[in-house]
């Protein structure tokens, strides 16, 4: 059977990925924040997933404010980079799994979750950040990838609750499906940071190093945390982070800390990375 074995949980700064198209990655700015990475790309070569659910936010590339899904699921068997503006980036099309996808959805739907389904989708910076950190630079990425976009961009977005809860669904979706499989799952955005307004610029240590450890040893209560926390203390973009949550709700409740980062700044943002193993 299929089983969910790790979550990895990773900021998705567009500047991080032009960085890395750019060769710039030595660069005094940025080698301590890519230094930060080089144990899950040799922990995952270990780890040898053969799929990601990989959790994301769109940046008005596949979406636009005439549709606005709170949880769409990539079922299409190949996503392509998306042109933001500058030309898609220099990356593999990312390989989807239809199969599992499909399986998910039905199995996730029966457990009363209202997923959009997606059969196409270019994905952009949010999706394709994650994998070049973790994979780095490969002709084809070395394994297949399940989008899975929430809408943490327009109001109203969904609870750290309802996206934790969405993560144990998912679980058992994976748990029920009748094929070998070695998942994983990650969450990506965040940590704090906020692109406009008064506020713009802010970062707030003390809220993202309380909740790396929180998310940790005390995701049922950290699942809790209501809207205006995010917003008021992480910034409005801080509100990514719920989608580290549907990580979380899908591996087991206690889990194994192989890697913790944090770095500041990239971008104007703070970079939160971990990874987790099951128990």
Known sequence: MAKITAGVATSHVPAIGAAIDNGKTQDPYWQPLFAGYDFAKEWIKQQKPDVVILVFNDHASAFDMNIIPTFALGCAPSFAPADEGWGPRPVPTVMGYPELAAHIAQSVIQQDFDLTIVNKMDVDHGLTVPLSLMFGQPEAWPCKVIPLAVNVVLYPAPSGKRCYALGKAIRNAVESF???LNVQIWGTGGMSHQLQGPRAGLINKEFDNN??????DDAENLAEMPHF???????????????WMVMRGALNDKVDLKKRFYHVPASNTAVGHLVLENK
């Open 229 to 243: 926390d995010y917003l008021n203390q992480a910034g409005s973009e801080g509100v990514e982070l719920v989608m």
């Open 211 to 216: 909740f790396l450890d929180r998310i940790v």
């Open 178 to 180: 009748d094929q070998d």
